[in-house]
């Protein structure tokens, strides 16, 4: 069964640093993962999707990668803000691309303090 | 464009009662689907529709029903709310052409039931 987990909980850094946040997965038979952004009280928005057949992505201040035969993802945040205070979650989507469930991480929690 | 409309975003229900949450999407995506977040248990799917007139069970259907009788809308129907049922209900539809894909949520609705 697929399990998803993303560590840390929560993490708190200064203004400006370099962060990265961790997804694990232990089934390596996944078809995309994805990562998203969830504001207090609020959805989440998609961030970004990465392909089976992909190492990473980028968009903006962010990189996502994916090591597929060690069942890892890090997302990558460049020069941190307190705008990108947040809760972070990945997902997973399984198998051969017919099955459009998604299994998700609980999340990492970021504080940026400016 | 809208994206996907939840309503309401709170409600407080007693013990017994139903009701009904609502989501349109204006996207003309074919799949849309419930989930409710608990913490410590993250995102699990209730029930899911791949077009109109097609629904199926995701995690935890029980206590819930859903139709989908147009593309746009998809209600979910809580029978006989219980205190388990207290939870955030996202609504979320999706595109997928090839291997692309985009998922978007709706705002939640925060329901307590007493």
């Known amino acids: 069964k697929q399990e998803v987990t993303q560590i840390p909980a929560a993490l708190s850094v200064p203004e400006g640093e370099n962060l990265v946040l961790n997804c694990s997965f232990t089934d390596s038979a996944i078809y995309n993962l994805q990562w998203f952004r969830q504001d207090p009280g609020k959805g989440l928005t998609s961030l970004l999707l990465i392909q089976s057949s992909q190492r990473e992505q980028t968009s903006g201040r962010l990189n996502a990668s994916l090591d597929k035969s060690s069942g890892r993802s890090t997302l990558y945040i460049a020069a941190s803000q307190p705008g990108d205070s947040a809760t972070y979650l990945c997902?997973?989507?399984?198998?051969?691309?017919?099955?459009?469930?998604?299994?998700w991480g609980l999340g990492t929690s970021l504080a940026v303090n400016p | 464009n809208a994206g996907v409309t939840q309503t309401p975003k709170f409600q407080v229900l007693k013990t017994g009662q139903s009701m009904t949450l609502q989501c349109a999407q204006d996207m003309n995506h074919e799949y849309m689907s419930w989930y409710r977040q608990d913490p410590g248990m993250g995102l699990r799917l209730i029930h899911y529709s791949v077009g109109a007139g097609i629904t199926d069970q995701g995690e935890v259907p029980n206590g819930y029903n859903v139709s989908r009788s147009t593309t746009e809308d998809f209600p979910l129907r809580l029978l006989s709310a219980a205190p388990s049922q207290t939870s955030v209900y996202f609504c979320a539809s999706s595109y997928s052409e090839g291997r692309h894909e985009k998922l978007f949520f709706g705002s939640g609705t925060q329901l307590s039931v007493l």
């Open positions: 997902a997973v989507r399984p198998g051969a691309g017919n099955n459009r469930k998604l299994i």
